[in-house]
Structures are given as C-alpha cells and as structure tokens.
C-alpha cells in the first residue's frame, strides 16, 4: 500500500520532469529527475539491470526531507527513471528517509536498507536528528517498509557513541549466505567511527565490533561508508565532514577518504595501511560502489560540493547529478579508478594529433566539444630544458573557459572554473600534486555537457568538478610557457 506522501512525490515528479528538455541535462551521467538530489544509495544490480537509488527532494532545488529517487540502466550511461521508492511517511522516518543501500534477498525480492530520521527537541529548544537503520523490501519498483522497524537503534550502539550521528548503512552478502553492513557514527571523542553489524537474515541485527575509528586525523563524523575486498586488499571508502588539509592529499571541508588494509574477519577489525583521498577535485562526495556480474567493482558518487550548491542559479528546474562510475583497481597498493569500459562504445569521429611541438597558444581542428573523451600526453618540447606551464582551456568562447593547467617544476595539476559562468564567490580552483617525471604527464578528460572528470596517469587519481556554463562554449585550446610536445586523441561521446 503506497503511502500518500509518496503517491504525491510519485505524481509531481512525473508532472515536473516533463518541463525539463533531454538536451538541458547531461548526456550520459545521472542527474535528478527534478528538484533536488544529493548521495548515491542502493546502488546494485538486481534483476539484469544496475538500480541506483538517491537522496532526493522533488519540490524544490535544495535540500529538504529526504525521499529516494530511482533510477535504472543496462550500461552505466544511460539511465531511465523509475519513481520514487522511498518518503518519509512513517513516525520512525518522518523528518527523512537518509542514505543506505541494497541487496538481493534469496526469495528473490530486493532488501533496502536505510536511515529513518525523527526530530527531537532538547531541553535547549533547539532540534537534534534521531536515526536509526529501517528496512523496506520490494520487487525492483515499488518497496514496503518492513513493520519491525528501525532494525537498529540507540541501543544497538557501543557505548558512548551518538544516537544523533548514526547513519548510511552499506549492506552485504557474504559467501555463506550471512550478512553485514557497515554504518557511519560519532563516538564520544566527537570525531568518526564506522561500526559493523552482521545478520544471518537481514532482518535480525547485532552489533559486531568497531571496524574503524578516526581519531580526529581525517576530519570529524565519517559519512557514507562502503567496506569491500579488491586485489587482495581491504578498501574502507567513507566521505568525513569538517576536513582540514593536508598538504595536497585532503582539501578543506566535506572530503573523501580511501583506507586500504586487511580485515580480521573473526574479530571484525580493519587495519590500514594506507590513505589517499579517493577525488582531488571540487565536487565529488559520497560514492558507493557495486560489485558487477563481471567482477568489477564500480563505484558511483554525487557530483557536487556541500559548500559549492550555489553554483547552480535557483530558477533552475534540476541540481544534482552523480558522477560517471568508475572501475576500481589497486596497484601498488594506491586506489586508481578508470571510467566504466562501457563509455569505449560511445566513443565517434576519432580525431588524432601526434607529436606536435608548440609554444603560446594553438589550436587544433576539430577539437572541440562539451561531449567528449580527450586523451593527452605531455612531455618537454626541447630536450634538457622544462617547460614552465602547460594549459588545456574547454567550455570556451568569448565570454567563458574553464582551465586545466600544470607546472611541471612543482607538479602541480589545477582545474579552474571562475571563468565558467558562476556569479558566486564559491570554491573555484583546487590543485593537486601529481606523479611527473621530467615533464611528461598522462590526462584523460571526459566532458558530459556541465561536468568535467579528469583522469591524471591512467587512473592513478581523478579531479571532477561540475561547470554549467552556456552550451554554446565548446572551444578548447591549449597553452604553453615554453616548448611542449604533445599528442591528441579526441572523440564525441554520442
């Protein structure tokens, strides 16, 4: 019995997204059907086709009471909408159906799992978030929630950690048919942990052990964690709230946070043995991952900066849209991410220059576009003497470009977008150390119409940021201080 809330969300949508034009939306990334989206969730593959579920307010372009949006697609990149499968209609969830994830039940059916919050008044007047983890079970479309709900509570919890900070459970089946989830809480140190519970059913929860704790190294509360095996190694992936940098490795505000380490199953403990950020650009946050039928693990995450929401001009009709999925893989004990395979088929009108030698600027015939897979590799045009500054500028006409620009002295990458249309006063620019020797460095830029994802040395780290510049911009040039030589492969992603 689909509850009125959700017959509402479920009937303004439909209305809603009719006002939208195919080509005012990315080509080929997920963006929200209408209103507001932010966390992927739910994301799985289910009845042979991958189901990506978000956090979703229909009626307005910011944030509101969170309902889940939902979405399908055979290949990653085309996606088709689905209606909403979750609102918050029930006294457990009432003020927001927050963030969780899926599974698939042996009886056939699909298992959510996410955070119920209720309000509560303290004594001080002032309102805190009470979550706790709900079930609701469905066939692909439509989902019930589960009449035990919420499946874990304050008195699920380790002693000291906070019932107001306890959310987005990521569950899993193991090999033997069991079941864990791990969900983001605070502890009393006021910094994060990510706690892990098992099942044998996936109703029936008990808490297992602190499968990680912070210490207040990497921020403060640990969002949306996912726990997974790649390449021999245990990869704990989780977005902290509150970062202070660190060098170029973490960036001010809400980051992500990749801990790469081994897993004592018996006990429930994870131990690191390295961290990176899993994105050096502006606007990436949240991902999740899924495990294909193939055996890839892909991850997806929101598209978008906390404090950068005001980028998008308000009478506009959709914010929010996810990032393209990417193949995951370790080497050399590093996380390094590839575009899904998927994005090769879409590949038309290959376009290739080898071995060009300029300084200045240049040009380059049919180099252009705001869909588009561009391939470069950099390396000194003169021998024994470095050139001081390399930059590629896209999304460019007369009124707007959006620069990336790289010193090979300093082995600094930067993306640049005060130039893409923002009237705000909003992050614009983030630089990142990069692996260069003498010079010579390796990017893959992927334009989808109001994104840019730049792959630096085959996946050795990526920097996404959103721009929504005019559409008519689709100029690129290229700049050197000094001699470069440089060969470029382009394709329109069609």
């Not at 989206?37 to 739910?42: A, I, R």
């Not at 470009?401 to 990458?413: D, K, N, V």
Request: one cysteine or more.
């Amino acid at each position: 019995m689909t509850s009125q809330t959700l017959r509402e969300a479920r009937k303004y949508e439909e209305e809603a997204e009719k006002m939208i034009k195919e080509e005012e939306r990315p080509g080929f990334h997920l963006s929200v059907r209408t209103g507001w989206m932010n966390d992927p969730n739910g994301f799985s593959y289910y009845k042979g086709q991958y189901h990506l579920f978000y956090q979703y307010y229909p009626y307005d372009l910011k944030w509101g009471p969170m309902h889940w949006g939902h979405a399908v697609s055979k290949d990653l990149l085309h996606w088709y909408y689905l209606p909403a499968a979750l609102a918050p209609d029930e006294t457990y969830d009432r003020d927001g159906c927050f963030s969780g994830s899926a599974v698939t039940l042996p009886d056939g059916r699909q298992l959510l799992m996410y955070t119920g919050v209720l309000k509560e008044q303290r004594k001080n007047g002032k309102f805190h978030d009470i979550q706790t983890q709900c079930l609701a079970v469905g066939d692909g479309v439509d989902y019930v929630k589960y009449e035990n709900n919420p499946v874990l509570d304050a008195e699920d919890l380790p002693e000291g950690s906070s019932k107001y900070d306890f959310r987005d459970p990521k569950i899993w089946k193991k090999e033997d048919g069991t079941y864990c989830c791990v969900v983001g809480n605070r502890p009393s140190d006021g910094s994060g942990q990510i706690l892990l519970y098992t099942s044998l059913d996936g109703f029936q929860w008990n808490f297992k052990s602190i499968l990680a704790s912070n210490h207040n190294r990497f921020g403060k509360m640990w969002e949306c964690p996912d726990f997974f095996k790649l390449d021999g190694k245990w990869v704990l992936l989780t977005s902290p709230q509150d970062m202070l940098p660190s060098g170029f490795e973490y960036h001010n505000g809400n980051g992500t946070l990749c801990l790469i380490g081994d897993y004592d199953e018996e006990t429930g403990i994870f131990t690191e043995q390295h961290d990176q950020a899993i994105d050096y650009g502006i606007d990436f946050y949240a991902p999740q991952t899924v495990l294909a039928p193939d055996g890839r693990r892909i991850m997806i995450g929101w598209m978008q900066n906390w404090d950068a929401c005001a980028l998008r001009s308000p009478e506009e009709k959709w914010l929010g849209q996810m990032s393209l999925p990417r193949e995951l893989f370790i080497k050399d004990g590093k996380l390094y991410q590839h575009p899904v395979k998927e994005l090769e088929k879409m590949r038309k009108n290959k376009v290739e220059y080898y071995n060009i030698t300029f300084s200045n600027l240049l040009n380059l015939d049919r180099i252009q576009g705001r869909r588009i897979d561009l391939e470069l590799t950099l390396r000194p045009g003169e021998p024994e003497k470095l050139y001081q500054k390399f930059a590629l500028r896209f999304a460019q006409n007369d009124t707007y470009q959006t620069a990336l620009s790289f010193r090979p002295h300093e082995s600094i990458l930067k993306i640049d977008r005060k130039f893409s249309g923002s009237r705000r006063a909003i992050i614009h620019q983030r630089r990142s150390l990069v692996n260069s020797r003498n010079g010579e460095l390796k990017l893959r830029l992927i334009l989808d119409r109001f994104s840019a994802e730049v792959f630096i040395n085959d996946g050795e780290q990526v920097m996404t940021m959103v721009m929504y510049t005019d559409l008519a911009a689709e100029g690129i040039c290229f700049f050197a201080d000094g001699m470069v030589n440089m060969d470029v492969v382009k394709y329109d992603l069609v």
